[in-house]
Every structure is written in C-alpha cells, then in structure tokens.
T-cell receptor
C-alpha cells in the first residue's frame, strides 16, 4: 500500500542554519503531497503542498519540490529560526485522492537553538 | 473565526470505561475527519464523515470504536470499554469539501489507566 518515509529526528540546528528534512513516498499514481507542521501542544497546520510532478510548494521560507523520478518531497529552508522548532510531517493523499484521507510519515522533530 | 474545537483537551479513563471525544468543525465545514496519533508515530486516518453520514471508516478498529456527525451538534468519537492501547492523541480535522486542505484541532489526549 501507499506509504511515506521521512528522516528520523530529532534534528537540532543553530539559528540561521540550512534545513533539509527528507521525505520519500510509495504510491500508485501521482498523489498530492503535503508538509504539515505541529507546534507543541497544538494540532497540525498545513505548511505547503504540491499536486503534480515538478510542482514546488512554498510557504514561510520553506520549500519542497515534487520529484516523480526519485519519489521524493524533501522540505528545505535556507535559514531556520527558533520559532521553527516543531514536528514536521510529510503526507500524501490516500484513497481516492481525497485530501482528507492522508497517509502521514512518522514526523521529524526539529529543535532550533539560538 | 473559530478553528476546529476539540474537547476535552485531556481525558483520563480507567480500563473498561467509555471515552467520548467531541469535535466542532470550522463554521461552514461539513466534512469531518478523525485521526489517531500513537506515541512516536505519525497520524493514522480513522474515519471520514459528512453530516449524518459515514463516508470512509477504513481506519476504524472493527470493535469498540464508533463515530457520528449529527445534523446538529459536534462530531463524536466514542470508544467503549477502553484498553491501555487506546491511549493516544486523537485529532479531528474539518474541511469545506473533500478536495480542500484540512484544518486540524488541537487534539484530545486520552490516557487509559
């Protein structure tokens, strides 16, 4: 079945460092791909998404490109801030392509130190 | 605009008791989803409901778990005869339709003692 694999954390970076969180997927077809972020004590928030191959999603300085060839959707940010500390989840649209039935990776915890 | 409201935030139940988790979607959203997050795991889809209808319950355990989204009032996730393995964070999400991104609530953390 469809699945998402993302790099295990925790990831600890200094402020202004470059961030990459790897995400690869297994799926039939070309599902929409997402990154969600979960701040401590809160629910998940959509960070960015891409709906087809070569699409680049971007938001708040974060970017991810839908790579069909490598079945990847890696999250990047050029200069992280302390406020970016959170858990990041990669996900793909599951059954029927609905954006509601999402298949999530296990999450990657990011800690940014001042 | 209020987001997705879940209550309670924390719920403690003894083994064998019932747990009721409530979710009020964003105003105007008629699609509700429930997810479960076990410790150190990602979220797992449980059920998708529209008003008064269960659309997809492929992620729901076959026994003890049920969900409803009545015409009036919040969506309810009900777990009967809870066991320790039910301890998890349960997240509700809503959307205006099946193709729009989800808005998640802050979750209910269930602890079974």
């Amino acid at each position: 079945g469809d699945s998402v694999t993302q790099m295990e954390g925790p990831v600890t970076l200094s402020e202004e460092a470059f961030l990459t969180i790897n995400c690869t997927y297994t799926a039939t077809g070309y599902p929409s791909l997402f990154w969600y972020v979960q701040y401590p004590g809160e629910g998940l928030q959509l960070l960015l998404k891409a709906t087809k191959a070569d699409d680049k999603g971007s938001n708040k300085g974060f970017e991810a490109t839908y790579r069909k060839e490598t079945t990847s959707f890696h999250l990047e940010k050029g200069s992280v801030q302390v406020s970016d500390s959170a858990v990041y989840f990669c996900a793909l649209a599951g059954r029927g392509g609905s954006q509601g039935n999402l298949i999530f990776g296990k999450g990657t915890k990011l800690s940014v130190k001042p | 605009n209020a987001g997705v409201m879940q209550n309670p935030r924390h719920l403690v139940r003894r083994r064998g008791q019932e747990a009721r988790l409530r979710c009020s979607p964003v105003k105007g959203h008629s699609h509700v989803y429930w997810y479960r997050q076990l410790p150190e795991e990602g979220l797992k889809f449980m059920v998708y409901l529209q008003k008064e209808n269960i659309i997809d319950e492929s992620g729901m355990p076959k026994e003890r778990f049920s969900a409803e989204f009545p015409k009036e009032g919040p969506s309810i996730l009900r777990i009967q005869q809870v066991v320790r393995g039910d301890s998890a964070a349960y997240f509700c999400a809503s959307s205006p339709d099946s193709n729009s991104p989800l808005h998640f609530g802050n979750g209910t953390r269930l602890t079974v003692t």
